[in-house]
């Protein structure tokens, strides 16, 4: 298959992490900005994968990374195929863009206006466990140092503070 195009972005190197993907063009709020495409797998078959994902991670095999979206009760959908352009794009603290799930399709929507050369970032939504497996480099001036979902982000700034409290102690 090749690669999924949009007249918005292009993917290069980024700050954050790895490739990022940036606009090519003013973006205004609301833009569809991209297709998040990739294998639709049942649940059983995402959840093998999500394991098999972690499994590695663990053993420091590989760092593999796990890009599966729920889009309905029945399906997932799994963006690691290379086609997937939108799978480059990285978490932010202070995103610009949201995923949406709209009649089937996963989009990624601009919830901010986004300057040309900016780089478009939505929030991963991960869950706060293993939180310490995936270190934060966006830059963001709210930055909480892990890539979490906002809904978690006092928990976590909790537990920080109480780790922190703990070093001193230590001394
Ligand atoms: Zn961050």
Same mark, same amino acid.
């Given at each position: 298959? @090749?690669?999924?195009k =949009?007249?918005?972005?292009?993917?290069?190197?980024?700050g954050?992490? /790895? +490739? *990022?993907?940036f606009?090519? @063009?003013?973006?205004?709020? *609301?833009?569809?900005?991209? !297709?998040?495409?990739g !294998?639709?797998?049942? #649940?059983?078959?995402? &959840?093998?994968?999500?394991e098999?994902?972690? !499994?590695?991670?663990? #053993?420091? !095999?590989k760092? *593999? =990374?796990v890009?599966i979206f729920?889009?309905?009760?029945?399906? &997932?959908? &799994?963006?690691?195929?290379?086609?997937?352009?939108?799978r480059?794009?990285?978490?932010?603290?202070?995103?610009?863009?949201?995923?949406?799930?709209?009649?089937g399709?996963?989009?990624?929507?601009?919830i901010? %206006?986004? +300057?040309?050369g $900016?780089?478009?970032?939505?929030?991963?939504g991960? %869950?706060?466990?293993?939180?310490?497996?995936?270190?934060? @480099?966006? *830059?963001?001036? /709210?930055?909480?140092?892990?890539?979490? =979902? $906002?809904?978690?982000?006092? #928990?976590?700034?909790?537990?920080?503070? +109480?780790k922190? +409290? #703990?070093?001193?102690?230590?001394?």
């Amino acid at each position: 298959m @090749r690669k999924t195009k =949009s007249p918005y972005i292009k993917v290069r190197k980024s700050g954050i992490h /790895n +490739k *990022g993907v940036f606009a090519k @063009r003013d973006i205004p709020k *609301g833009t569809r900005i991209i !297709e998040y495409v990739g !294998e639709k797998i049942t #649940k059983a078959e995402a &959840d093998d994968r999500a394991e098999k994902v972690i !499994e590695e991670h663990k #053993k420091k !095999e590989k760092k *593999g =990374s796990v890009y599966i979206f729920e889009l309905n009760k029945k399906y &997932d959908l &799994d963006g690691y195929p290379n086609y997937n352009t939108a799978r480059w794009i990285n978490h932010s603290c202070d995103p610009n863009a949201e995923v949406d799930i709209i009649r089937g399709h996963i989009w990624i929507i601009a919830i901010k %206006d986004i +300057k040309k050369g $900016e780089e478009i970032s939505y929030d991963y939504g991960y %869950d706060i466990d293993d939180f310490e497996d995936h270190p934060c @480099r966006c *830059g963001a001036k /709210n930055c909480v140092g892990y890539i979490v =979902s $906002e809904v978690d982000v006092p #928990k976590l700034k909790k537990i920080l503070a +109480k780790k922190k +409290k #703990k070093a001193k102690k230590k001394k």
